[in-house]
């Protein structure tokens, strides 16, 4: 169970302006469902926001004074960081962003344009499903200098080029899959002829 902790909101910082469009729609899918569904991944140290961007801005807007975060420590060489999704397994030359980055950018409030990072954690994040009544709900704040001027066209251009990272992670990921077949069949090949010299 992924482990997380209620933050005071205002102890957290930005990393990356959101897209208004999506801010929209993710505002109204968590105020329909009542819950927050993951924690924010955050840098222990600088309490700069690593992966949750847009659900931080929602419960800024929305006035709420606490937010479910899980810590991690983001010297951990098993935490990385890139600028597309391959580069969770594929590494070929620069990535096009460096942690020092990510903590300079954070620290300074020099926000990256929208969905510039892609971090990469070892592990999986699970659904915690924290209702937005233990978050407690106070004065909304103004996020203005949080969103990007970004228009409809440039969102919908951005998850499709997303979607296409997804789909060649993914056709990645299979790549190992069938390595790891391909091994399993070999050593299982070995070993019946070493079991038949018994």
Not at 27 to 53: E, F, P, T, Y
Not at 80 to 105: A, N, P, Q, Y
Not at 109 to 121: A, I, M, N, Y
Not at 174 to 187: A, D, P, Q
């Given at each position: 169970?992924?482990k997380?902790?209620?933050?005071g909101?205002?102890?957290?910082?930005?990393?990356?302006?959101v897209f208004?469009?999506?801010?929209?729609?993710?505002r109204?899918i968590?105020?329909?469902?009542?819950?927050?569904?993951?924690?924010?991944?955050?840098?222990?140290d600088?309490k700069i926001?690593?992966?949750?961007?847009h659900?931080?801005v929602?419960?800024?807007?929305?006035?709420?004074?606490?937010?479910?975060v899980?810590?991690?420590d983001y010297?951990?060489?098993h935490?990385?960081?890139?600028?597309?999704?391959?580069?969770?397994?594929l590494?070929?030359g620069?990535?096009?962003?460096?942690?020092e980055?990510?903590?300079?950018?954070?620290?300074?409030?020099?926000?990256?344009?929208?969905?510039?990072?892609r971090?990469f954690?070892?592990?999986?994040?699970?659904?915690?499903?924290?209702?937005?009544?233990?978050?407690i709900?106070?004065?909304r704040?103004?996020?203005?200098?949080?969103?990007?001027?970004?228009?409809?066209k440039?969102?919908?251009?951005h998850?499709?080029?997303?979607?296409k990272e997804?789909?060649?992670e993914?056709e990645?990921?299979?790549?190992?899959?069938?390595?790891?077949?391909?091994t399993?069949?070999?050593?299982q090949?070995?070993l019946?002829i070493?079991?038949?010299?018994?």
């Amino acid at each position: 169970m992924q482990k997380y902790e209620l933050i005071g909101i205002e102890n957290l910082r930005p990393l990356e302006l959101v897209f208004p469009n999506h801010l929209e729609n993710l505002r109204k899918i968590i105020k329909s469902d009542g819950i927050m569904k993951q924690a924010l991944i955050v840098d222990k140290d600088n309490k700069i926001v690593l992966d949750g961007s847009h659900r931080h801005v929602f419960l800024l807007m929305e006035g709420y004074e606490f937010a479910p975060v899980q810590f991690v420590d983001y010297s951990d060489p098993h935490i990385r960081v890139g600028t597309s999704r391959i580069h969770r397994m594929l590494i070929k030359g620069d990535v096009g962003i460096s942690k020092e980055e990510v903590i300079e950018r954070g620290i300074n409030g020099d926000l990256f344009s929208p969905r510039t990072t892609r971090h990469f954690f070892p592990f999986l994040r699970e659904d915690i499903d924290i209702p937005l009544s233990s978050l407690i709900q106070k004065s909304r704040r103004d996020v203005g200098m949080n969103i990007s001027n970004d228009d409809l066209k440039t969102e919908i251009d951005h998850n499709e080029k997303y979607i296409k990272e997804i789909e060649e992670e993914s056709e990645e990921l299979i790549k190992y899959i069938m390595e790891g077949i391909s091994t399993k069949k070999y050593l299982q090949q070995q070993l019946n002829i070493m079991k038949d010299k018994k």
